[in-house]
């Protein structure tokens, strides 16, 4: 079975630090995504990656940064979190030769008091 | 741009019931697929079903099945003999087939099942 971790399901952070939400896959994909999801919105892109060092903006970038070093690594910054930014955050992966199915993570639930 | 949208918030059914979750969505493409996911309450999200555009015949998987309408750009699901293990979050989610593999999602249902 494909895996995607996330490392951890809730955190709670201060206004104004820094925080680095991480994302782990076992099945070698290409593809990374990082999504916020909001009661009433539902899901929306961060950012995604299609290889090691590639990154793209998805539709709501602001406030955030990414990192992908590693294939099987793709890590969301918030560089100075603010109380807007409390969420839930899916990582999913999937790869590009199988064209349907994205693979999610459990979320994290950041609050950001 | 494209945008989906989920009109029904929340819905509920009987157990053993069958129920029907719609999704409308809007793209000036031909050829794309649409998917259903599904999120259990604190647990991770997981694919439902999928129709590819250019197919004409609705998806099936089980007890879940679609109602593609292409010119009227609906995509529906349903339910039959819904069961507990039904009760969720469910999204509906759109993407391109060329270029980026990003999927663009309604605004998600809440199902609950009565027993």
């Known amino acids: 079975d494909v895996k995607v971790t996330q490392s951890s399901r809730y955190l709670v952070k201060r206004t104004g630090e820094k925080v680095f939400l991480e994302c782990v896959q076992d099945m070698d994909h290409e593809n990374m995504f990082w999504y916020r999801q909001d009661p009433g919105l539902g899901l929306r892109l961060i950012y995604f990656?299609?290889?090691?060092?590639?990154?793209e903006k998805g539709d709501i970038p602001e406030g955030y940064s990414v990192s992908r070093e590693k294939k099987e690594r793709f890590s969301l910054i918030l560089e100075s979190a603010s109380t807007n930014q409390t969420s839930m955050y899916l990582c999913?992966?999937?790869?590009?030769?199988?064209?349907?199915?994205?693979?999610f993570g459990p979320g994290t639930r950041l609050t950001v008091t | 741009a494209q945008t989906v949208t989920q009109s029904q918030p929340e819905m509920s059914v009987q157990e053993a019931e069958t129920v029907t979750l719609s999704c409308t969505y809007d793209t000036s493409e031909s050829d794309y697929y649409l998917f259903w996911y599904k999120q259990p309450p604190s647990r991770q999200m997981i694919l439902v079903i999928r129709q590819e555009a250019y197919k004409q015949q609705n998806a099936t998987e089980n007890r879940f099945s679609v109602n593609f309408q292409k010119a009227a750009k609906s995509f529906s699901l349903k339910i039959s003999d819904s069961q507990l293990g039904d009760a969720a979050m469910y999204f509906c989610?759109?993407?391109?087939?060329?270029?980026?593999?990003?999927?663009?999602f309604g605004q998600g249902t809440r199902l609950t099942i009565n027993p």
């Open positions: 990656s299609y290889d090691v060092k590639m990154k």
């Open positions: 989610a759109y993407r391109v087939i060329q270029g980026a593999q990003k999927l663009v």
């Open positions: 999913a992966s999937n790869d590009p030769g199988r064209r349907y199915e994205q693979y």
